[in-house]
């Protein structure tokens, strides 16, 4: 592998700066979105907190729900509320679609991969899906809550933890700092820069005489500058070289000297920060206890009875009155066809691009639109917690430039356990290929390679067993999420969202919410509303 | 109750900036603490990691310990395992010290104050005494560990959560923000007017040429500015107008518009904001499962049998062989005199001074340096937990300057649960004095008073019962912790930390982890060493 050229790996905000910038293209602005949704019978709260309150009954009508994952199994829930019938088509032997977490005995095998075993101990666990709950995903929270799925925190900011990039420029390259040092001497020599600026006069012209010395008071006080000579030295939440404790010795400990400001430019080290996370990176965050399939398994103990499992679609048929829907089932091979009055298609488009379909040429070419994008996850089982006992870091991610690591995410449960199972990478785009391409050992031989350039002496000491994945690799998934360029969210998605004939999609593809779990339960809400007064104002005209 | 004249008081820092700037009045540097604790036998890490490898035995010996809080039970813990016989003089008929968790059936009486039984549903519970771990107190987080006391986060930053400022200048007064809106807009227009100077040759002066251009580079992605114009126009971290979703509407969502610079830097809002925490106050925090008085117990499981409950230290006398402490059993009245070869005091300053001793005139005046703080707390137990239900605050602070509220502290624990116990205010000085002078149900009406302002509609309706304290009204505590001065650490402090004759005094008052258990546990640690190389040697010149 070769070395990048990007500076550290933004892992917080590719994804989501895309869809910021998506928006700029969106029709219109609240008043048109308002208007729509109105149009829907929903308000506002109802898009993201509650599924949709539906007048009626779908007594005596069938929807086809292919994909038993968080979309197919929410529409099968809500829907079957209001008295529809709903098959549900899942070709794997279990619900859940992404929402997936590995503990012992738990079996991947990748398309022309080694069958995999997980081989953690009792308790251990890695959530190789989604892994965190946002608080702002009010519509994964509603059935955590209705459901009684136990939730804990997610750490997902965890300044102590440390940043280590191999190809840093100047004198950082390749050192190991803690993310509270870069960033306090980031922002104290900004705060500094800019209060003497001003205090000079010269950018007067850029601020208002009344707003000049409030300004730097705020800058005093954020970068913890000298009232006196409005420089930056160093605070004690930088760390210290001795901590503060008892007595006289170690007393007040003894203060640590700030990085130079110039080697912190240079080795952009600095760029893991933002002044706030973007919307979907938000903390809280949390987690379900013991693995996010928890919230899976809750779904399926209340739909399961409705999933036709190891049974995968081959072709998907609108017809006038209804639609048909061919399976195979995949124990005993035997085809048949499911009839419905309406079909929610949630599989991923990776996969339904490869069904055999009646859609239009113009929708067929909408499917192509979206990308899925190569992922990879790796969970390292480690015999010893040395990052909280020897480090304390309690959570959180390491970041690294490591190619294709990115990050190394320490786990938030079993605190001060004996054992811990951490993600020894999150891996995207062309890495994620490349990766992908290693078998399961040398997959771990890497990650662990990578680690133990952070905690010398321990990572490799301490690794037990590992349990990776490829989602572009893995069948009725190939690919982690859909990735919309500005273009095709402005051509195909439309087309898409709207369906065709008597099949509507479903999924975090059908969502601005990409690769989250509140997408598909966002979109899946959205869509049975739009079947739900289909098939309705159909009865009403019968 | 007055209007404060100063904005939102800064709660996290005002108690350890006294103690960074006393820093500077410590002797020496590095060189000198690493010699002095190298003559203790004691290296770095073990001062706050670990207790002290002390070799030989205290078999023989007896070490009478006053008081029964941390700082006590952790000596009696290391020292009886090295065959000192401990006697433990504690007043009140448990063991913690101010380690306490209120929960159904608590009682506190105040000294001059109505006797308060706590009527909280089983399950709720407030921690009234400490009630948070930072990551970096790795002494407290030794004995959680070694005693197996389950740990959860403590949610200690939490962006989402308001700030609300009666009192603050401008548009702003009065106006319920989510603090990731203060925080988005302050760095961003810092990061604009910064970089817009940079790219103007306005302060060239002040940067060299090479890091200009990496700077503003560094600006544009923290402050999320347009690389275009170098403005801030919002960005979605601030929060949506209509948070993005599913399908077309609200598909990508509608972005909130920043706040006024002007007016954010009038409303002082953004002092509640530092480049980083404080060394005390840094995530990642923790709290015990079920209360912070697990600690307590963990260790008077321990040691609660070489404890002496209902026990009043009434005299404390000095001799040339040892030690006698006068004490009154409470329950029968009965005086009587504890012998050992030397005393370990961890009373509070406040308490020891009111004690009859033989100390002398030097030691006792230092013994009056530390003022002790006035603090008062109140629990209130909520039917629902809107703040999570409805604003989707899932733990952290909500920030008020409403007179001796400070903050709202929402837990940290049983999530989406039916009830939950939030901190109604955290209280010192003067404030904390006024509060203590009301009746309990009149602190809990002003506590209610002040929530509903910011969550109206939904504080009064939901509240239930409260449970308050103020310290320094409670008997053998008298205030929350030691606070010094910088001339009573200069001076009173290491004389009472050097001791007298056969005393030494430990405790979070001789530390500078004050008010933290932390402070205690290393305190213990430090003084036993000390008394155990006193005994040793005087054992060998036997």
């Known amino acids: 592998m070769t070395t990048p050229s990007s500076p550290i790996l933004d892992v917080h905000t590719n994804a989501t700066r895309r869809h ?94 080694e069958k995999q075993v997980c081989g953690f ?60 040092e870069v960033k306090a001497d980031m922002r104290g020599y900004v705060d500094e820069l800019l209060a003497k600026s001003l205090q000079s006069g010269a950018i007067d012209s850029q601020v208002n005489g009344a707003d000049k010395q409030l300004l730097i008071d705020y800058l005093v006080n954020e970068g913890y500058l000298s009232k006196k000579d ?27 000297d700030p990085l130079g400001f110039s080697d912190l430019l240079q080795s952009k080290l600095g760029h893991i920060y933002h002044s706030v996370h973007e919307f979907t990176q938000q903390s809280t965050m949390l987690q379900p206890v013991g693995g996010m399939d928890a919230i899976a398994r809750a779904f399926e103990k209340r739909v399961g009875r409705m999933i036709r499992y190891n049974t995968e679609v081959t072709s998907l048929r609108n017809r006038s009155d209804g639609v048909e829907v061919g399976v195979k089932d995949l124990k005993t091979g035997a085809v048949s066809v499911v009839k419905g009055d309406f079909c929610l298609c949630t599989l991923p488009l990776s996969v339904l691009r490869q069904v055999d379909t009646d859609f239009s040429p113009t929708f067929k070419a909408a499917l192509q639109g979206a990308a899925y994008a190569p992922v990879c996850k790796i969970g390292l089982q480690m015999g010893r917690r040395f990052w909280e006992e020897d480090d304390g870091i309690y959570g959180g991610h390491v970041f690294t430039d490591t190619k294709g690591i990115n990050l190394i995410s320490l786990p938030s449960s079993n605190w001060q356990g004996k054992r811990g199972t951490l993600l ?119």
Chains 1, 2 share one sequence.
Request: glycine content about 14%; proline content about 4%.
């Open 121 to 180: 101990e009792r308790g251990q666990y890695i959530n190789f899906g989604p892994w965190r709950i946002p608080f702002n995903h009010r519509s994964t929270l509603h059935y955590t809550s209705s459901f009684g799925v136990p939730l804990e925190l997610f750490n997902n900011d965890n300044d102590a933890a440390y940043v280590y990039n191999d190809n840093a420029a100047g004198a950082l390259r390749g050192r190991r700092l803690r993310q509270f």
């Open 20 to 113: 910021f910038l998506a928006k700029a293209l969106a029709v219109g602005g609240s008043g048109f979105l308002l208007a729509n949704m109105k149009a829907w019978g929903m308000d506002l709260a109802s898009t993201r907190d509650a599924p949709p309150a539906l007048a009626g009954s779908g007594k005596g009508k069938t929807v086809v729900i292919l994909g038993a994952g968080l979309a197919g199994m929410t529409a099968a829930y809500e829907m079957s509320k209001l008295g529809y019938t709903c098959k549900v088509i899942e070709a794997r032997p279990f619900a859940g679609g992404r929402c997936q977490t590995a503990r012992a005995g738990s079996v991947l095998e990748e398309l022309g991969g």
């Open 230 to 256: 409005l420089r930056y030295r160093g605070t004690e939440g930088r760390g210290f070289k001795v901590n503060p404790g008892a007595g006289m010795a170690p007393g007040p400990g003894v203060p640590s």
């Open 424 to 542: 020894g990478f999150y891996s995207f785009g062309g890495d994620a290929a490349e990766l992908s391409g290693l078998t399961l050992k040398e997959r771990a031989e890497y990650a662990v390679a990578a680690g133990e350039k952070i905690f010398p002496g321990q990572y490799r000491k301490n690794f037990e067993t590992a349990f990776s994945v490829a989602w572009h690799r893995v069948k009725y998934n190939l690919g982690g999420w859909a990735e919309w360029s500005e273009e095709a969210r402005e051509k195909a998605y439309p087309v898409l969202v709207a369906g065709e004939q008597r099949t509507l999609l479903a999924g975090e593809h059908m969502s601005y919410l990409g690769g989250w779990q509140a997408g598909a339960i966002e979109s899946a809400w959205q869509q049975m509303a739009l079947i739900h007064q289909r098939l309705s104002s159909q009865g009403a005209a019968a």
